[in-house]
């Protein structure tokens, strides 16, 4: 059993050798190592129904304000542009409720997340979900330091298996 916060933290923090599913980010490079990605997951922009883009990319929210979920993966990667100016929120609801008050241009989100929460708070009219063209979240599994032959037996697994069609249609019936 691991409590979400060593989850996070990775195995460096909590004396595990590996945690699988994490995020590779230049803070978690620096004290622990990667497998080959294991997961790749979309992005979601949400924007305004009245507002359909002619691409849906990073480079389209130069200069807005763009909502996102504090301290998750979407916040972490709009801090890496300075051009677009984050706009951080606690909940989904929040985020989404807020957008459909225009109190933000647009917002980045886990599809599923964004899907679920529009169409639970009714906003469905007033705003579209998008999957981002130029940017996808890769998983992968953390391990300490040190563990170079594990990463590379790893590595010949995922190749493999977890990256296939049929890895990616259960992790979808499962998690959407």
Known sequence: PLSLTDWVQGPSANELDAVAGLVVTEERLDRMDFSYPIMERNVALVLYADSEPDTV?????????????EGSIFDIILS?????????????????????????????????????????????DSLRIHILDDLKIETSIALRPGL????ERLNAVTVGYLVTEEYKAIRLSYFG
Do not use: C, K, W
């Not at 300075?82 to 706009?87: F, G, R």
């Not at 170079?148 to 990463?151: D, F, K």
């Open 80 to 124: 890496r542009y300075d051009e677009i100016t984050p706009v951080r929120y606690a909940t989904y609801d929040d985020l989404f409720i807020a957008q459909s008050m225009r109190d933000i241009d647009a917002a980045i989100g886990a599809p599923h997340s964004a899907e679920e929460t529009i169409e639970r708070l009714d906003v469905e």
């Open 148 to 151: 170079g032959a594990l990463r």
């Open 57 to 69: 990319n990073m480079n389209g929210l130069v200069g807005r304000r763009v909502g996102v979920i």
